[in-house]
């Protein structure tokens, strides 16, 4: 895909890219127990790849998720209309700086080799990039994060989710509208199948369509979606694109190691017979129609994947909505713990050193917190959230936005929130009132006894 981009920007091709592109790597190491030489030996043969191609390149680590805010899980606006011109003004200018300094490295060079050094100045790395590896504690914060992970599915979706929140903030930190990914016909086609067994099946014009809206400011494309892998292998070995093969977290796993690496195998074994069950398999996935049509899902969304809620409801008669249930409600407090009595410390060792949760008489907070992560979830995300025994090792931009999004009351509840004012006249024609403070104290415990049973 980079080699197509270049190519659609020099001046023989018949019609010129206009737009400045850049390139983001993600360094996967640490997930797929690569050693920090192995890494250190690939990150080498992909910076001499890309300080080749003549536009800025930027090179980040997963661990760097560890740092991200939590507003990279909010869906921005997209820009206004008025940007637009302003955006081809700025390409305007970058192709004509190009134009200039590629005249100058002609007529100042005697050789064609000097001439080509001229123009090289925009062939480093972002200087907000960084140089050396990542630190220390965050590799080891990431490795146990997939260690916890009970399944290979699991971790193939926790990686997924990570990388596409580290790439949104790597575009919109550097000023990028779109995101170009080089996912192929048979790979959206192996998408398609493993996201129906995975219960994503509301969310796959989503995953596999050309464009995706779902970020708002940021929109992901997939330009070589109409290319089999057959075809872009056959495109490399011709025209000799310098490549980089590196081990994925799924290497050297068994067919049956994951439902990702199930579908593969069983795709890829019917193509083999029948040459077309790729793109009958691609052609149906053309056919999913985003709801709503502009891609923009009204209400909440999932906190991972950032798609909108398709979970029923708590009292839903379904199954799941019984699931549901379980996830959201909590049971009430005992008669013990409303007067007060003292309780042990959370997740405190029981009798015998065994552990045991003391907050018998209220919910853990452990369970608590995780409640609240799960029920902003999906229901593919759920159910990926099962293999994850503790939420604990997740980045914290991700608890930090659970605990935003549970403490943020939605717009319909704070319609019929009661609001106790202590500067109520009372009604004409009522019986006889106390005192002003007690009766104060009565209208807020009214309100606070309606608003608990409200949000119960």
Same mark, same amino acid.
């Given at each position: 895909m980079v080699w197509q981009v270049l190519e659609g920007l020099s001046r023989d091709s018949a019609k010129r890219l206009r737009f400045v592109p850049g390139v983001v790597y993600v360094d996967e190491g640490a997930a797929c127990g690569q050693s920090r030489e192995d890494r250190a030996k690939t990150l080498t043969d992909v910076r001499q790849i890309l300080q080749t191609l003549g536009f800025p390149w930027h090179i980040v680590t997963l661990e760097e998720v560890f740092a991200l805010p939590p507003s990279v899980l909010r869906c921005s606006a997209r820009d206004p209309v008025g940007t637009v011109g302003t955006y081809k003004v700025a390409v305007d200018s970058?192709?004509?700086?190009?134009?200039?300094?590629?005249?100058?490295?002609?007529?100042?060079?005697?050789?064609?080799?000097?001439?080509?050094?001229?123009?090289?100045?925009?062939? !480093?790395?972002d200087p907000q990039d960084p140089a050396g590896p990542p630190p220390v504690? =965050?590799?080891?914060?990431?490795?146990?994060?997939?260690?916890?992970?009970?399944?290979?599915?699991? &971790?193939? %979706?926790?990686? =997924?989710?990570?990388? !596409?929140?580290?790439?949104?903030?790597?575009?919109?930190t550097r000023g990028y509208s &779109?995101?170009?990914?080089?996912?192929?016909?048979?790979?959206?086609?192996? &998408?398609?199948?493993?996201?129906?067994a995975l219960g994503r099946g509301a969310f796959l014009a989503w995953d596999t369509g050309f464009s995706d809206e779902r970020h708002g400011d940021v929109v992901v494309v997939r330009p070589m979606r109409e290319h089999t892998l057959k075809e872009v292998a056959f495109y490399n070995r011709l025209f000799a694109v310098p490549s980089v093969f590196t081990p994925a977290i799924d290497t050297k796993a068994s067919e049956k190691a994951s439902i990702h690496r199930l579908m593969e195998g069983f795709l890829l074994r019917l193509q083999a017979r029948f040459p077309s069950t790729v793109s009958t398999v691609y052609r149906t996935s053309e056919k999913l129609v985003k709801a709503p049509r502009d891609g923009r899902a009204a209400g909440p969304r999932c906190l991972l994947c950032m798609c909108s809620l398709d979970v029923d409801s708590a009292d839903s008669a379904t199954a799941f909505g019984a699931q549901t249930q379980?996830?959201?409600?909590?049971?009430p407090p005992?008669?013990? @713990?409303?007067?007060? @009595?003292?309780?042990?410390?959370?997740? @405190?060792?029981?009798?015998?050193?065994?552990?045991?949760?003391?907050?018998?008489?209220?919910?853990?907070?452990?369970?608590?917190?995780?409640?609240?992560?799960?029920?902003?979830?999906?229901?593919?995300?759920?159910?990926?959230? &099962?293999?994850v025994p503790s939420l604990d090792p997740l980045p914290p931009y991700i608890l @930090? %936005?659970?605990?935003?999004?549970? =403490?943020?009351?939605?717009?319909?509840?704070?319609?019929?929130?009661?609001?106790?004012?202590?500067?109520?006249?009372?009604?004409?024609?009522?019986?006889a009132r106390g005192p002003p403070e007690q009766e104060g104290k009565k209208a807020r415990a009214a309100c606070d006894c309606i608003n608990k049973n409200i949000f119960n």
């Open positions: 970058f192709l004509q700086q190009q134009y200039t300094l590629a005249a100058e490295g002609v007529r100042d060079s005697p050789s064609s080799a000097q001439g080509e050094e001229q123009p090289s100045q925009p062939r !480093t790395q504690a =965050q590799t080891e914060a990431l490795s146990q994060l997939f260690d916890s992970v009970k399944t290979l599915t699991a &971790k193939e %979706e926790l990686l =997924q989710t990570l990388r !596409t929140h580290l790439i949104l903030h790597v575009a919109r &779109k995101v170009m990914t080089g996912d192929s016909c048979t790979r959206l086609a192996i &998408k398609l199948m493993t996201s129906l379980d996830f959201s409600q909590m049971p005992t008669p013990q @713990a409303e007067a007060g @009595a003292p309780t042990g410390p959370c997740c @405190a060792a029981g009798p015998g050193g065994a552990p045991n949760c003391w907050q018998g008489t209220r919910p853990c907070r452990r369970e608590g917190s995780r409640a609240h992560v799960i029920e902003q979830l999906c229901y593919a995300c759920r159910v990926n959230m &099962k293999d @930090a %936005e659970a605990q935003l999004r549970s =403490q943020r009351p939605s717009v319909e509840i704070q319609e019929y929130l009661v609001e106790n004012s202590d500067d109520e006249a009372p009604a004409s024609g009522s019986g």
